[in-house]
């Protein structure tokens, strides 16, 4: 079974502008989460959608946005990058919401410059 | 505020012997406790875990404890091997999705 794939891996922006990134969840998975990690701050929860709905929220501006499709597949989208957005943003996948392990992808490491 | 913490950065064990890796936390509310394991440019891989109505769990090497009157989970490793080096995360299930703290990066002395 193919694991979870994001889309790009890597990723050059500058401030201000905007960025969008895939996420394919593994086969069978309903539930995608997307998470940030930085040096200082570890990992931290961004949202997670189940069957194409936001199910928990972390405490993130509203720039930081996301959606899910009917075939499972995520998107997350930042507005407005500012340099403090460079990271690494990780999607994980499970069954269900909410559920006990979830799986991880690569990552897409972000860079504003 | 940070409700789960691991507050050794980094640890580093000969190989061969025990690695213990701590994690505290603060919300009563957790009710499931998970140890991920990150190489660099990899993304988290699920090592373990435990719920909360339990005081261990063991796999292979790798055997979780939790004592929840001391809001405290540690991980241990036996024994140590050079491929166990890598960032280890500690994460606990609440309201709000799964909470992680910054890591412990193990190395593995030779």
């Known amino acids: 079974k193919a694991g979870v794939t994001q889309t790009p891996r890597y990723l050059i922006k500058t401030r201000g502008q905007q960025v969008t990134l895939s996420c394919s969840p593994i086969s069978g998975h309903r539930s995608v989460s997307w998470y940030q990690q930085t040096p200082g701050q570890g990992l931290q929860f961004l949202f997670e959608y189940f069957s194409e709905t936001q199910r928990n929220k972390g405490n993130f501006p509203g720039r930081f946005s996301g959606r899910q499709f009917s075939n499972s597949r995520s998107e997350m989208n930042v507005s407005t990058l500012e340099l403090g957005d460079s990271a690494l943003y990780l999607c994980?996948?499970?069954?269900?919401?909410?559920?006990?392990?979830?799986?991880f992808g690569p990552g897409t490491r972000l860079t504003v410059l | 505020d940070q409700q789960v913490k691991q507050n050794s950065p980094s640890l580093s064990v000969q190989e061969g012997r025990i690695s213990i890796l701590n994690c505290d936390y603060t919300n009563s509310m957790f009710d499931y406790f998970l140890w991920y394991k990150k190489y660099p440019a990899e993304g988290p891989t699920f090592l373990i875990s435990i719920s909360s109505i339990k005081d261990k769990n063991e796999d292979g090497r790798f055997t979780v404890f939790l004592n929840k009157s001391a809001k405290h989970l540690s991980l241990h490793i036996v024994p140590s091997q050079p491929g166990d080096s890598a960032v280890y995360f500690c994460?606990?299930?609440?309201?709000?999705?799964?909470?992680f703290g910054k890591g412990t990066h193990l190395i593995i002395q030779p």
């Open positions: 994980a996948s499970s069954t269900l919401a909410g559920a006990d392990t979830q799986y």
């Open positions: 994460a606990a299930r609440g309201l709000g999705g799964l909470t």
